[in-house]
């Protein structure tokens, strides 16, 4: 989760920067190379889709340490971790990489100049002079299908959790239970309704100022990384102690 959070940030806030700064002092190169942007185009709509499949496999690492805490040493094994991780990689590089590859095949004779500070597929394939139906209805169907499929089965693991905690009797086990899912659950919460608010608002485009969807696309990319090792560490015993002698040095 961390290094899809860098790999994330790195793509998108560097460039960002740049521009914002020579528009301070009054420089005009805001250019960004062809292969650079489809490349940023990729890595966007890939690793978005790997967090949310990331989030996936944590809750069911989270149901089956709740719902099965005997088998839970059985099942999720060092071999299951590579697995799952191959399995995040994959599905969703795979499915993502024809978006940037529609987009770079299309015919550019307009306009060169984007709508926006990085480099979405619906910025980038307005400018071009063919049909971008088929290209938009990809993008629509792998992100509905890959985002919408993740939520499902995090929804299902959280409501097999619920079941299971409630029929805790023990006195301090259900608070406990509830509690290792807190952090995960916060960061999840907090990714969908980002996201579908960036959703609304790209659908309502023609109601709203035109920079607002650029703002929160770029807070997209900018504040769950911000915010996940700060839920994660506060919640961390270890990276908790780490802090507090950090501070009876100073």
Request: glycine share 4%; proline share 4%; charged share 15%.
């Amino acid at each position: 989760l961390s290094l899809l959070d860098m790999v994330l940030c790195l793509t998108v806030i560097p460039k960002v920067l740049a521009i914002f700064w020579l528009d301070i002092f009054w420089f005009d190169n805001k250019s960004i190379s062809f292969t650079a942007c489809f490349l940023q185009m990729f890595i966007m709509n890939s690793f978005l889709t790997m967090e949310s499949c990331t989030f996936m496999v944590m809750a069911y690492d989270r149901y089956v340490a709740i719902c099965h805490p005997l088998r839970y040493p059985s099942i999720i094994t060092d071999q299951f971790v590579v697995r799952a991780a191959i399995f995040v990689v994959a599905r969703n590089g795979l499915l993502t990489m024809p978006i940037p590859v529609l987009s770079s095949r299309l015919r550019y004779c307009a306009e060169n100049i984007i709508k926006n500070c990085i480099c979405t597929n619906l910025s980038v394939s307005k400018l071009s002079c063919d049909d971008i139906t088929f290209n938009q209805l990809y993008q629509f169907v792998a992100g509905w299908t890959l985002l919408g499929s993740d939520l499902i089965l995090i929804v299902l693991s959280y409501s097999f959790i619920l079941k299971a905690v409630l029929r805790i009797k023990a006195e301090g086990a259900m608070t406990k239970a509830l509690g290792t899912c807190g952090s995960h659950f916060i960061l999840i919460l907090f990714f969908s309704t980002v996201l579908l608010v960036l959703v609304i608002t790209n659908l309502a485009r023609k109601k709203i100022p035109p920079d607002v969807p650029i703002l929160l696309n770029i807070l997209h990319h900018l504040i769950p990384p911000a915010l996940n090792p700060i839920v994660y560490g506060v919640r961390t015993k270890e990276i908790k102690q780490g802090i507090q002698k950090l501070l009876r040095r100073l």
